[in-house]
Each structure stands twice: as C-alpha cells, then as structure tokens.
C-alpha cells in the first residue's frame, strides 16, 4: 500500500534581478534539503552550485532556463526559496571591527538584495576597438574547476576574465568570443597594456551581488560593527 503525500505546497512569487521576470516557486521539501545538506557536507564547491541549482529548478517546476541566467539571478532566487522552505532568518558571524571577535547575529533572509554596480557592459581598449562584457553565471563555474577551485591569483582572475568577455568590435568587424578559443582569448588578455586590463578588472569587481546590511555588537568590547554581507557564501 503506497504512503499518502504529505503537504500542499504553498506558492509564492519573486522577480528575478536581472531580467524583471516574474516566477512562481513553491518551498523545497525534505527530499531536495537532504541533496542540499550533502552538498554542504561535502564542502564540494561545484556540487553545491548543482545542488543550488537542481533545487531552484525543481522549486519552480523546471519554468525558467536557469543556465542563461547570471550568478546573482541564482542567488537570489535560492535565498527567496530558502526564506520560504526553513524560516527567514538564519544566524551568522560577523567579525568584530575592533577585537576581531565573533559577534553572533541574525539576518532576515526576506530583505536580501540585489546591488548592481555596473554601468556600461561595454569597455573601450582604444579609438576603434570595444570590448563587451557579460555578466558570468554558474555554468561557468561549474564546467571550469580552476575558477571555482582555484586561489584568489592572477591566473585564476584571467581565466575569470576570459568566460565574461562576449564580443570584441573593431572599425571593421564584430568578433564573438564564443566562437574563439580559450588559448586565443588568453593571448588577447595578455596583449592588453596595464591601462586596458584595469577597466575590464573593474567591471569584474562591479558585477551585481546579493547584499545584506548587518550590524551587531560585541560581547568582548561592546564595540559596534556594521557591515555589508555579500554573496552567496554568506547565505548558504
């Protein structure tokens, strides 16, 4: 005899940061919190983007083409579903600013938002030569161990860098860097002057991130902290 169902799942809405599209999701049940538990376990960086994912996706019945959407689009939208499935709030430490202590806080994972610093998507190399940027999302990461694995170092930045460039325009063509070879992108990067590599760096440093302004007050020194909590690390 087969067990009954349990729970009609609720249905909520959220607007997905980048696009402004509406999508309905339900709460994620235990059957997806045990992939998402082992995942963490693991401390496996790709398995836990997958497990963000499949999760995002079976949450809101496979409706939306999540491998087209950028990093912070996906962070969002798992904060929303995790708000919904587990409570929102979630505990954290913040590092004292004066003793460097951990100061135990509470977020409210419902005013979780998306801050965009970018500007244009498109840098300018020289008079006639425009390079233009995407933003990266988790396809890139999971298919590239040496981004998501990697140290924070030059290497990794350029690899970085290479999976964000999307078209290069000259005076006499539009290039698709979809259509070139990582070795070729690479040899392009590396022909940049210091001038040239700085402004794509800042428009790496500007991509949207979820953000959360937090503040607390230490047990050891009484010292108040405030900080802006960023990223996905901060809300898993």
Do not use: W
């Not at 339900?26 to 401390?43: D, G, H, T, W």
């Not at 496979?62 to 505990?91: C, N, P, W």
């Not at 806080?105 to 610093?117: H, M, P």
């Amino acid at each position: 005899m087969a067990l009954p169902r349990l729970n009609e799942n609720p249905e909520y809405s959220m607007t997905i940061p980048s696009t402004g599209e509406q999508v309905n999701f339900r709460p994620f049940l235990v059957k997806e919190q045990k992939v998402l538990m082992i995942a963490n376990e693991s401390q496996d960086k790709s398995q836990i983007l997958s497990a963000m994912l499949k999760t995002i996706s079976s949450c809101t019945n496979d409706t939306i083409d999540l491998h087209k959407l950028a990093t912070y689009d996906i962070d969002y939208m798992f904060t929303q579903i995790r708000a919904k499935s587990v409570g929102e709030k979630a505990s954290v430490n913040i590092k004292c600013k004066e003793c460097e202590a951990d100061i135990p806080i509470e977020i409210d994972l419902s005013k979780v938002t998306v801050k965009n610093n970018s500007k244009s998507n498109a840098v300018k190399l020289s008079s006639n030569m425009e390079l233009v940027l995407q933003h990266p999302n988790y396809d890139t990461f999971i298919k590239n161990k040496e981004i998501i694995d990697g140290e924070e170092n030059t290497e990794t930045t350029l690899n970085f860098m290479i999976h964000c460039m999307h078209s290069l325009k000259t005076e006499e063509e539009n290039i698709m860097m979809k259509d070139e070879s990582n070795e070729e992108k690479m040899r392009f990067l590396e022909s940049l002057s210091t001038e040239q590599f700085e402004k794509i760096a800042q428009y790496i440093q500007n991509v949207p991130k979820i953000t959360y302004d937090a503040e607390g007050v230490c047990e050891s020194c009484n010292a108040k902290t405030n900080i802006t909590l960023e990223g996905m690390e901060n809300f898993f």
